[in-house]
T-cell receptor, first 113, second 111 residues
């Protein structure tokens, strides 16, 4: 069975802290994604990785960076958390090659105080 | 930037009613997917449509991709409480594996 796991379901951090969100998939997928979900805005793509060490900026990359050292793991880093980064963060993975299903993790709800 | 607008944003109905959710854009997409997200979970794929004018049925759910590949609709017949959730459309862009997600429709079906 397909599985995408995220390191935390809930996180509370202070403004200025460095925050790491980790995502692991067990499906040998080439693609991995980080999205941010806010009410009324749907899912907005932060970063996309199509291979190990390869990444592409999404629609809202400012304030975020990513790391993909192994195929199964994709990390999202908030270098200096700010209150406007309070949100739900969703990780997904998919096969490469066009019209493929994206498989999502359960999400991490981040609160920045 | 490609945008996908969904309407309505919220829908609250009684069990047994029919409903339609719309997903509209000014951009052309290579494919259109619909996902459903339940509380505390990530979105799960319901269907993918790839041909303009295509209609797909999944039990009581009917999905249509517009002829011009710019819009889609989801129709639910005789809604049930188990249909409650957030419905998201997602357009496939050409020459990339990325999806553009819609703004979402939150459906609540009361018994």
């Amino acid at each position: 069975d397909v599985k995408v796991t995220q390191s935390s379901r809930y996180l509370v951090k202070r403004t200025g802290e460095k925050v790491f969100l980790e995502c692991v998939q067990d499906m040998d997928h080439e693609n991995m994604f980080w999205y941010r979900q806010d009410p009324g805005l749907g899912l907005r793509l932060i970063y996309f990785s199509y291979d190990v060490k390869m990444k592409e900026k999404g629609d809202i990359p400012e304030g975020y960076s990513v790391s993909r050292e192994k195929k199964e793991r994709f990390s999202l880093i908030l270098e200096s958390a700010s209150t406007n980064q309070t949100s739900m963060y969703l990780c997904a993975s998919s096969l490469a090659g066009g019209v493929e299903t994206q498989y999502f993790g359960p999400g991490t709800r981040l609160l920045v105080l | 930037t490609q945008l996908l607008e969904q309407s309505p944003q919220f829908l609250s109905i009684q069990e047994g009613e029919n409903l339609t959710v719309y997903c509209n854009s000014s951009s052309v997409f290579s494919s259109l997917q619909w996902y459903r997200q339940e509380p505390g979970e990530g979105p799960v794929l319901l269907v993918t449509v790839v041909t303009g004018g295509e209609v797909k049925k999944l039990k009581r759910l009917t999905f249509q991709f517009g002829d011009a590949r710019k819009d889609s609709s989801l129709h639910i017949t005789a809604a049930q409480p188990g249909d409650t959730g957030l419905y998201l459309c997602a357009g496939g862009a050409y020459n990339t594996d990325k999806l553009i997600f819609g703004t979402g429709t939150r459906l609540q079906v009361f018994p």
